[in-house]
DNA sequence: ATACCTATGGTCAAAGATAGTCAAAGTTAA
DNA sequence: TTAACTTTGACTATCTTTGACCATAGGTAT
Protein backbone atom coordinates (compact mmCIF):
# COMPACT_ATOMS: atom_id res chain seq x y z
CA UNK A 1 0.00 0.00 0.00
CA UNK A 2 1.29 3.44 -0.72
CA UNK A 3 1.70 6.45 1.02
CA UNK A 4 -0.98 8.23 -1.09
CA UNK A 5 -3.91 5.79 -0.16
CA UNK A 6 -2.80 5.18 3.30
CA UNK A 7 -3.54 9.21 3.68
CA UNK A 8 -6.83 9.08 1.53
CA UNK A 9 -7.99 6.30 4.13
CA UNK A 10 -6.99 7.92 7.38
CA UNK A 11 -9.29 11.42 5.79
CA UNK A 12 -11.72 8.55 4.69
CA UNK A 13 -12.14 7.36 8.37
CA UNK A 14 -12.33 11.26 9.47
CA UNK A 15 -15.22 12.03 7.02
CA UNK A 16 -16.95 9.05 7.50
CA UNK A 17 -17.65 10.18 11.30
CA UNK A 18 -19.41 13.32 10.18
CA UNK A 19 -19.13 14.01 6.86
CA UNK A 20 -16.25 16.86 7.30
CA UNK A 21 -13.13 16.73 7.93
CA UNK A 22 -10.82 19.50 9.75
CA UNK A 23 -7.23 18.62 9.72
CA UNK A 24 -3.31 20.69 10.74
CA UNK A 25 -1.84 19.59 7.55
CA UNK A 26 1.71 19.18 9.54
CA UNK A 27 0.86 17.54 12.44
CA UNK A 28 -1.45 15.34 10.13
CA UNK A 29 1.85 15.18 7.83
CA UNK A 30 3.80 13.74 11.07
CA UNK A 31 1.36 11.71 12.43
CA UNK A 32 1.51 9.57 8.76
CA UNK A 33 4.78 9.77 8.61
CA UNK A 34 5.19 11.98 5.12
CA UNK A 35 6.02 15.47 4.08
CA UNK A 36 3.36 18.22 4.43
CA UNK A 37 3.17 18.66 0.86
CA UNK A 38 1.82 15.21 -0.17
CA UNK A 39 -1.36 16.03 1.89
CA UNK A 40 -1.88 18.40 -0.54
CA UNK A 41 -1.05 15.58 -3.59
CA UNK A 42 -3.61 13.26 -2.15
CA UNK A 43 -6.49 16.24 -1.77
CA UNK A 44 -5.81 17.04 -5.23
CA UNK A 45 -5.63 13.71 -7.03
CA UNK A 46 -8.50 12.20 -4.38
CA UNK A 47 -10.71 14.75 -3.16
CA UNK A 48 -11.66 17.26 -6.38
CA UNK A 49 -15.11 18.27 -6.21
CA UNK A 50 -15.47 15.71 -9.51
CA UNK A 51 -15.21 13.27 -6.72
CA UNK A 52 -17.47 14.67 -4.46
CA UNK A 53 -15.44 16.87 -2.34
CA UNK A 54 -14.82 20.43 -1.02
CA UNK A 55 -11.99 21.59 0.32
CA UNK A 56 -10.67 24.76 2.17
CA UNK A 57 -8.30 26.26 4.48
CA UNK A 58 -6.71 28.56 5.68
CA UNK A 59 -3.14 29.69 5.91
CA UNK A 60 -0.63 31.53 9.04
CA UNK A 61 -0.93 30.72 12.55
CA UNK A 62 -3.81 28.43 13.50
CA UNK A 63 -4.54 27.81 10.21
CA UNK A 64 -6.02 23.78 8.90
CA UNK A 65 -7.59 22.21 5.87
CA UNK A 66 -11.18 21.32 5.61
CA UNK A 67 -12.48 18.48 3.80
CA UNK A 68 -16.35 18.25 3.13
CA UNK A 69 -18.50 15.77 0.93
CA UNK A 70 -20.19 17.90 -0.78
CA UNK A 71 -23.91 17.10 -1.95
CA UNK A 72 -24.33 16.70 -5.84
CA UNK A 73 -27.73 17.09 -7.61
CA UNK A 74 -28.49 13.57 -7.70
CA UNK A 75 -27.64 12.97 -4.13
CA UNK A 76 -29.75 15.91 -3.10
CA UNK A 77 -32.49 14.19 -4.86
CA UNK A 78 -32.19 10.90 -3.64
CA UNK A 79 -31.84 12.07 -0.12
CA UNK A 80 -34.85 13.71 -0.53
CA UNK A 81 -36.62 11.07 -2.12
CA UNK A 82 -35.47 8.66 0.93
CA UNK A 83 -36.37 11.27 3.35
CA UNK A 84 -40.16 11.18 1.74
CA UNK A 85 -40.74 7.86 1.61
CA UNK A 86 -41.77 7.08 5.18
CA UNK A 87 -41.85 4.29 7.33
CA UNK A 88 -43.71 2.43 5.21
CA UNK A 89 -44.82 1.84 1.46
CA UNK A 90 -46.75 -0.68 -0.95
CA UNK A 91 -45.20 -1.89 -4.67
CA UNK A 92 -47.33 0.42 -6.12
CA UNK A 93 -45.79 3.42 -4.67
CA UNK A 94 -42.78 2.04 -4.77
CA UNK A 95 -42.69 1.77 -8.61
CA UNK A 96 -43.98 5.04 -8.98
CA UNK A 97 -41.03 6.34 -7.28
CA UNK A 98 -38.92 4.45 -9.20
CA UNK A 99 -40.28 5.34 -12.69
CA UNK A 100 -40.14 9.13 -11.49
CA UNK A 101 -36.04 8.91 -10.53
CA UNK A 102 -35.89 7.14 -13.89
CA UNK A 103 -37.32 9.20 -16.01
CA UNK A 104 -35.92 12.53 -14.17
CA UNK A 105 -32.81 10.40 -14.69
CA UNK A 106 -31.74 10.30 -11.03
CA UNK A 107 -31.18 6.41 -11.27
CA UNK A 108 -30.30 3.76 -13.97
CA UNK A 109 -32.78 1.38 -15.70
CA UNK A 110 -30.58 -1.22 -14.53
CA UNK A 111 -30.83 0.09 -10.82
CA UNK A 112 -35.06 0.03 -11.58
CA UNK A 113 -35.21 -3.80 -12.12
CA UNK A 114 -32.75 -4.86 -9.16
CA UNK A 115 -34.54 -2.46 -7.19
CA UNK A 116 -38.21 -4.19 -8.16
CA UNK A 117 -36.66 -7.33 -7.77
CA UNK A 118 -35.80 -6.79 -4.49
CA UNK A 119 -38.99 -5.47 -3.04
CA UNK A 120 -41.24 -7.72 -4.80
CA UNK A 121 -44.01 -8.52 -2.91
CA UNK A 122 -43.97 -12.52 -3.85
CA UNK A 123 -40.30 -12.36 -1.88
CA UNK A 124 -42.73 -11.36 1.34
CA UNK A 125 -45.24 -13.84 0.80
CA UNK A 126 -44.53 -16.09 3.99
CA UNK A 127 -44.58 -12.55 6.05
CA UNK A 128 -47.75 -11.46 7.94
CA UNK A 129 -49.26 -8.61 5.68
CA UNK A 130 -48.65 -5.60 7.92
CA UNK A 131 -44.80 -6.25 8.38
CA UNK A 132 -43.82 -6.23 4.24
CA UNK A 133 -44.75 -2.45 3.92
CA UNK A 134 -42.40 -1.40 6.44
CA UNK A 135 -39.69 -3.61 5.07
CA UNK A 136 -39.67 -3.09 1.39
CA UNK A 137 -39.28 0.75 2.59
CA UNK A 138 -35.94 -0.11 4.74
CA UNK A 139 -34.79 -1.92 1.44
CA UNK A 140 -36.15 0.37 -1.06
CA UNK A 141 -34.41 3.56 1.15
CA UNK A 142 -31.03 1.25 1.52
CA UNK A 143 -31.11 0.73 -2.09
CA UNK A 144 -31.28 4.18 -3.37
CA UNK A 145 -28.50 5.63 -1.09
CA UNK A 146 -26.43 3.35 -2.65
CA UNK A 147 -27.22 3.10 -6.11
CA UNK A 148 -25.31 4.53 -8.32
CA UNK B 1 7.63 -24.70 -23.95
CA UNK B 2 8.09 -21.11 -24.89
CA UNK B 3 8.23 -18.04 -22.70
CA UNK B 4 4.72 -16.64 -22.83
CA UNK B 5 3.34 -19.86 -22.32
CA UNK B 6 4.95 -20.55 -19.39
CA UNK B 7 3.92 -17.02 -18.38
CA UNK B 8 0.30 -17.74 -19.42
CA UNK B 9 0.44 -21.00 -17.36
CA UNK B 10 1.55 -19.16 -14.11
CA UNK B 11 -1.04 -16.66 -14.63
CA UNK B 12 -4.00 -19.25 -14.92
CA UNK B 13 -2.81 -21.11 -11.73
CA UNK B 14 -3.07 -17.85 -9.90
CA UNK B 15 -6.64 -17.00 -11.47
CA UNK B 16 -7.76 -20.68 -10.65
CA UNK B 17 -7.91 -19.72 -7.50
CA UNK B 18 -10.56 -17.28 -7.25
CA UNK B 19 -11.01 -16.25 -10.92
CA UNK B 20 -8.76 -12.99 -10.72
CA UNK B 21 -5.18 -12.14 -9.98
CA UNK B 22 -2.80 -9.07 -9.33
CA UNK B 23 0.70 -8.72 -10.03
CA UNK B 24 3.18 -6.43 -10.20
CA UNK B 25 4.83 -6.35 -13.70
CA UNK B 26 8.35 -5.82 -12.72
CA UNK B 27 8.73 -8.19 -10.06
CA UNK B 28 6.68 -10.92 -11.82
CA UNK B 29 8.65 -10.46 -14.99
CA UNK B 30 11.82 -10.75 -12.98
CA UNK B 31 10.55 -14.27 -11.22
CA UNK B 32 9.40 -15.73 -14.52
CA UNK B 33 13.25 -14.26 -15.91
CA UNK B 34 11.45 -12.19 -19.17
CA UNK B 35 12.02 -8.61 -19.92
CA UNK B 36 8.55 -6.92 -18.28
CA UNK B 37 6.97 -5.47 -21.65
CA UNK B 38 6.78 -9.57 -22.26
CA UNK B 39 3.86 -9.45 -20.07
CA UNK B 40 2.30 -7.01 -22.12
CA UNK B 41 2.86 -9.16 -24.90
CA UNK B 42 0.95 -12.39 -23.14
CA UNK B 43 -1.80 -10.18 -21.81
CA UNK B 44 -2.79 -9.03 -25.28
CA UNK B 45 -2.22 -12.46 -26.74
CA UNK B 46 -3.89 -14.76 -24.38
CA UNK B 47 -6.20 -12.62 -21.82
CA UNK B 48 -8.04 -10.69 -24.09
CA UNK B 49 -11.95 -10.03 -23.59
CA UNK B 50 -12.50 -12.33 -26.41
CA UNK B 51 -10.83 -14.63 -24.36
CA UNK B 52 -12.93 -13.99 -21.44
CA UNK B 53 -10.72 -12.09 -19.17
CA UNK B 54 -10.92 -8.09 -18.15
CA UNK B 55 -7.41 -6.55 -17.32
CA UNK B 56 -6.92 -3.51 -15.06
CA UNK B 57 -3.46 -1.65 -14.59
CA UNK B 58 -2.42 1.16 -12.79
CA UNK B 59 0.83 3.13 -13.41
CA UNK B 60 2.91 4.47 -10.81
CA UNK B 61 4.30 3.99 -7.26
CA UNK B 62 2.07 1.01 -6.20
CA UNK B 63 0.87 0.59 -9.49
CA UNK B 64 -0.23 -3.31 -10.23
CA UNK B 65 -2.23 -5.23 -12.60
CA UNK B 66 -5.36 -7.11 -12.53
CA UNK B 67 -6.68 -9.61 -14.32
CA UNK B 68 -10.54 -11.16 -13.82
CA UNK B 69 -11.92 -13.95 -15.78
CA UNK B 70 -15.25 -12.91 -17.11
CA UNK B 71 -17.68 -16.24 -18.00
CA UNK B 72 -18.87 -16.88 -21.11
CA UNK B 73 -22.29 -18.66 -19.79
CA UNK B 74 -23.45 -16.39 -17.11
CA UNK B 75 -27.11 -17.70 -17.22
CA UNK B 76 -25.94 -20.98 -16.24
CA UNK B 77 -23.84 -19.46 -13.25
CA UNK B 78 -26.20 -17.57 -11.97
CA UNK B 79 -28.69 -20.39 -11.84
CA UNK B 80 -26.02 -22.69 -10.37
CA UNK B 81 -26.10 -20.26 -8.04
CA UNK B 82 -29.57 -19.61 -7.48
CA UNK B 83 -30.61 -23.42 -6.92
CA UNK B 84 -27.32 -23.77 -4.35
CA UNK B 85 -28.67 -20.88 -2.33
CA UNK B 86 -31.34 -23.21 -0.54
CA UNK B 87 -33.93 -21.56 1.19
CA UNK B 88 -32.04 -19.06 4.02
CA UNK B 89 -28.81 -17.35 3.72
CA UNK B 90 -27.47 -15.81 6.48
CA UNK B 91 -25.30 -12.04 5.67
CA UNK B 92 -21.58 -13.01 5.60
CA UNK B 93 -22.51 -16.21 3.35
CA UNK B 94 -24.38 -13.72 1.18
CA UNK B 95 -21.92 -11.92 0.97
CA UNK B 96 -19.10 -14.54 0.02
CA UNK B 97 -21.41 -15.48 -2.74
CA UNK B 98 -21.51 -12.32 -4.29
CA UNK B 99 -17.81 -11.75 -3.93
CA UNK B 100 -17.32 -14.79 -5.55
CA UNK B 101 -19.91 -14.06 -8.31
CA UNK B 102 -18.11 -10.44 -8.78
CA UNK B 103 -14.77 -11.91 -9.03
CA UNK B 104 -15.44 -14.18 -12.04
CA UNK B 105 -17.02 -11.81 -14.02
CA UNK B 106 -21.10 -12.64 -13.53
CA UNK B 107 -22.41 -9.48 -12.05
CA UNK B 108 -21.39 -6.02 -12.00
CA UNK B 109 -19.50 -3.71 -9.07
CA UNK B 110 -22.45 -1.72 -9.25
CA UNK B 111 -24.93 -4.99 -8.78
CA UNK B 112 -23.27 -5.93 -5.61
CA UNK B 113 -23.62 -2.70 -3.96
CA UNK B 114 -27.60 -3.03 -4.69
CA UNK B 115 -28.09 -6.33 -3.64
CA UNK B 116 -25.68 -5.92 -0.33
CA UNK B 117 -28.30 -2.80 0.49
CA UNK B 118 -30.86 -4.60 -0.19
CA UNK B 119 -29.75 -7.86 2.20
CA UNK B 120 -28.62 -6.08 4.65
CA UNK B 121 -29.41 -6.98 7.98
CA UNK B 122 -30.14 -3.74 9.50
CA UNK B 123 -33.11 -3.88 6.83
CA UNK B 124 -34.44 -6.94 8.96
CA UNK B 125 -34.02 -5.94 12.32
CA UNK B 126 -37.92 -5.51 13.51
CA UNK B 127 -38.62 -9.07 12.41
CA UNK B 128 -37.96 -11.70 14.36
CA UNK B 129 -34.66 -13.55 14.04
CA UNK B 130 -35.95 -17.10 12.50
CA UNK B 131 -37.02 -15.15 9.42
CA UNK B 132 -34.25 -12.76 8.42
CA UNK B 133 -31.79 -15.64 6.29
CA UNK B 134 -35.22 -16.87 4.48
CA UNK B 135 -36.51 -13.35 3.65
CA UNK B 136 -32.85 -13.05 2.45
CA UNK B 137 -32.02 -15.92 0.38
CA UNK B 138 -35.26 -15.06 -1.15
CA UNK B 139 -34.41 -11.43 -2.34
CA UNK B 140 -30.84 -12.30 -2.90
CA UNK B 141 -32.61 -15.06 -5.35
CA UNK B 142 -34.57 -12.66 -7.32
CA UNK B 143 -32.12 -9.98 -7.44
CA UNK B 144 -29.54 -12.81 -9.08
CA UNK B 145 -31.97 -13.84 -11.75
CA UNK B 146 -32.45 -9.55 -12.31
CA UNK B 147 -29.38 -8.60 -12.48
CA UNK B 148 -27.82 -7.54 -15.96
C1' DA C 1 -0.35 52.02 12.86
C1' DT C 2 4.00 49.77 11.13
C1' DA C 3 7.39 46.51 10.85
C1' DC C 4 8.77 42.29 11.78
C1' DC C 5 8.43 37.51 13.32
C1' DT C 6 6.46 32.98 13.50
C1' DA C 7 3.29 29.48 12.22
C1' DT C 8 0.71 27.76 8.97
C1' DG C 9 -0.65 26.10 4.26
C1' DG C 10 0.42 26.26 -1.28
C1' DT C 11 3.05 25.48 -5.59
C1' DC C 12 6.02 23.46 -8.53
C1' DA C 13 9.60 20.94 -10.51
C1' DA C 14 12.69 17.07 -10.10
C1' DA C 15 13.40 12.36 -8.98
C1' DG C 16 11.49 7.80 -8.31
C1' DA C 17 8.38 3.92 -9.35
C1' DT C 18 5.51 1.66 -12.11
C1' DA C 19 3.14 0.25 -16.48
C1' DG C 20 2.43 0.80 -21.92
C1' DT C 21 3.87 1.00 -26.85
C1' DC C 22 6.24 -0.08 -30.76
C1' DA C 23 9.36 -1.70 -33.97
C1' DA C 24 13.28 -4.58 -34.91
C1' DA C 25 15.19 -9.06 -34.52
C1' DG C 26 14.59 -13.93 -33.75
C1' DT C 27 11.90 -18.35 -34.07
C1' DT C 28 8.54 -21.61 -35.70
C1' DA C 29 5.11 -23.76 -38.43
C1' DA C 30 2.58 -24.28 -42.80
C1' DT D 1 9.89 -19.64 -48.13
C1' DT D 2 7.17 -17.07 -45.89
C1' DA D 3 3.65 -15.68 -42.71
C1' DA D 4 2.66 -15.79 -38.01
C1' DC D 5 4.23 -15.75 -33.51
C1' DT D 6 7.72 -14.51 -29.87
C1' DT D 7 11.31 -11.93 -27.59
C1' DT D 8 13.71 -7.81 -26.51
C1' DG D 9 14.75 -3.15 -25.24
C1' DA D 10 14.44 1.79 -26.07
C1' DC D 11 11.28 5.20 -25.46
C1' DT D 12 6.86 6.99 -23.52
C1' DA D 13 2.99 7.78 -20.18
C1' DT D 14 1.24 7.97 -15.60
C1' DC D 15 1.32 8.16 -10.72
C1' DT D 16 3.96 9.05 -6.34
C1' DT D 17 7.24 11.17 -3.25
C1' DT D 18 10.16 14.80 -1.81
C1' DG D 19 11.98 19.29 -0.89
C1' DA D 20 13.01 24.07 -1.94
C1' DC D 21 10.76 28.17 -2.21
C1' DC D 22 6.32 31.07 -1.98
C1' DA D 23 1.99 33.16 0.29
C1' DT D 24 -0.93 34.34 4.09
C1' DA D 25 -2.69 35.06 8.83
C1' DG D 26 -1.95 36.50 13.41
C1' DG D 27 0.86 38.13 17.08
C1' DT D 28 4.33 41.46 19.08
C1' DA D 29 7.43 45.23 19.65
C1' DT D 30 8.02 49.96 18.61
Known amino acids: MNLSNLIARALLDMLDESGSAEIRRNDFAEKIGCVPS ?19 SRRGGG ?17 HAVNSIGAEIDERTCGAYLLNLFERGYISGDSVILIKAATNENNFRFLPGEVRDRLRANILKQMLLAST
Open 63 to 79: GSIKIRRISLDRPQMIM
Open 38 to 56: QINYVLSSRFTPEQGYIVE
